[in-house]
Nanobody
Framework: VQLVESGGGLVQAGGSLTLSCVASGMPFSISFMGWYRQTPGKQRELVATIRTSGGSTTYADSVKGRFTISRDNAKNTVYLQMNGLKPEDTAVYYC?????????WGQGTQVTVSS
């Protein structure tokens, strides 16, 4: 199983980024997917999740209305569209897959928001 994130970078406050996570070696279309983030010295926190069909999503309160999670099962890819970025969104963002209690993580992609 491999999850590869991309799309991170440096952006000014108020800007946008779209993260992508491409999955391989797993049944992507029947796996729950999620985005998490972590800053130094803090626990990894949930950002957003999406169910297998893409019809049900959840968001952390801190990103509601600004971030959108989506998936393309034909491309084995989950996305995180991030708008209205704030300095407090600075973190390493990780993609996670879940299926029947088995979890896999990507290596993470750095997002830095300057004020």
């Amino acid at each position: 199983v491999q999850l590869v994130e991309s799309g991170g970078g440096l952006v000014q406050a108020g800007g946008s980024l779209t993260l992508s996570c491409v999955a391989s070696g797993m049944p992507f279309s029947i796996s729950f997917m999620g985005w998490y983030r972590q800053t130094p010295g803090k626990q990894r926190e949930l950002v957003a999740t999406i169910r297998t069909s893409g019809g049900s999503t959840t968001y952390a309160d801190s990103v509601k209305g600004r971030f959108t999670i989506s998936r393309d099962n034909a491309k084995n890819t989950v996305y995180l569209q991030m708008n209205g970025l704030k300095p407090e969104d600075t973190a390493v963002y990780y993609c996670k897959s879940s299926r029947f209690g088995v979890e896999n993580w990507g290596q993470g992609t750095q997002v830095t928001v300057s004020s």
